[in-house]
């Protein structure tokens, strides 16, 4: 099964589409997650979503009124990330649900992917975007990605340490730290290693 | 510390260490070849992990020897296999998924138990080094238990993988815990912790689990194989490790 992960990178910002990881339940999801997605830093937290549970649509078919297209319809030339429409979503009973609401409001090249922007309570995915429509107005969105918020698996706090943290000691994962490394004494080589773990700029290589 | 002490707590970190060596390389040998894409970056991260504690402790080592750093790659390349203390169930070459998932389950426990304990050591750089690997142990711990669980729960076949795995791997697990000479002193010291209640944890976490699983541990002896022994597999292993380094002990890397 695939599992879209959404990474938080500080407590301070929203939880953000990096990928996804093929994984059997949302434990083992999570965890394939913290070696792909948050090997360097920075991340305090990974969301795991099942694909199928993720109702997504474009700001250009809800103003035309289209129809969403399947999985299988996808354009994949554009790169759209249009979800399947499954039955199971539609099957959440007529009491409302709170959705979580992921929206890309920029098509920077650094902004791909969906950002976590909030909940809303509708009976229906196409309903949840709707109210999302009206409840996140600004900035333009251009791709709505709507989940019961139930179906969110989360890293715990408490693991946030022991999960995410060591990464930022692991410099040799940065290019920077090859080159003059393998030469250095081991004092050199630790002056190296804290002007690394100073420097957060981001390595996404 | 006098030299009793010092000697002790050598053999203590040595095989510590090579017990973190060998595993990384043996998980490292998964890369490229993991049933899926997401676990063989997982075992290759966990492998690396493995490899960085094994540094520390070897680190540890040449300042306790008062060795240049250099020493650390001396031992690693340029020792034979008869030199190595690390414990059996490490040097078992990887066999399947199921194989190699156990024998990391019955490892991160050991140092489960371990490292907490050590963290405590009055020796300052043993209590700092425990501390650092124990925080990774904590996720090393997780993926190895998840996939025990679910290879023990799941099919037939798997759970039959499993229980052959543990049939090879139960007997050579207490090696870990096997006694060293100037144990006693160490304890006294505060610098190592007893390592026979330590032993009584592990085998309650570990049973605790191969119940859930319904895998059943075989009735063995209590064997106590010194970790001066090893098998044929340690010499392949060191063979292939170390052929690169041995071409031209003399390069400059």
Known sequence: MRYEIFKQDAPNQPHSNVGSVHAPDAEMALMHARDVYGRRPNAVSMWAVPESEIYATSHEERTKNQEPRTKSQEPEAQGSRLKAQSSKLMAHGSSPTSYAVFRKTSQRRSMTYVAYAGTVEANTPEDAVTAAMHKFPNPTTFVWWVCPEAAISKTEAEATPSWFEPAKDKVYRQQAYYGDAARQSRRQRTELVSKLMGDETQDEA | ?253
């Open chain 2, 1 to 253: 510390m006098n030299a009793e002490l010092t000697s002790t707590l050598d053999s203590r970190v040595l095989a510590l260490a090579d017990d973190e060596l060998i595993l990384a390389h043996r998980d490292s040998e998964w890369t490229g070849h993991a049933p899926m894409i997401e676990e063989d970056i997982a075992l290759a991260n966990i492998a690396q992990d493995e490899l960085g504690h094994a540094t520390l402790w070897y680190d540890i080592l040449c300042d306790l020897r008062g060795q240049p750093d250099e020493h650390a790659d001396q031992l690693v390349y340029f020792r034979d296999a008869a030199d190595w203390r690390n414990a059996q169930l490490l040097e078992l070459p990887i066999g399947d998924w199921a194989f190699t998932m156990l024998r990391q389950f019955l490892f991160d426990q050991f140092e489960w138990v371990l490292l907490p304990a050590l963290a405590k050591s009055s020796h300052i750089a043993v209590a700092q080094a425990a501390a650092k690997v124990l925080r990774e142990e904590i996720y090393h711990t997780r993926h190895s238990t998840a996939w025990v669980r679910r290879l023990g729960q799941g099919t037939a076949e798997s759970h039959r993988r499993m229980q052959t795995a543990l049939d090879v791997q139960w007997p050579l697990a207490s090696q870990l815990f096997v006694p060293m000479l100037g144990d006693a002193a160490l304890v006294a010291a505060g610098i190592w912790p007893d390592m026979a209640p330590l032993q009584q944890q592990w085998l309650a976490k570990v049973s605790e689990m191969l119940a859930e699983c319904g895998l059943v541990a075989p009735a063995t002896a209590a064997t106590r194989i010194s970790r001066h022994t090893h098998t044929e597999h340690l010499v392949n292993l060191l063979a292939d490790m170390q052929s690169v380094a041995r071409l031209d002990p003399q390069a400059d890397w």
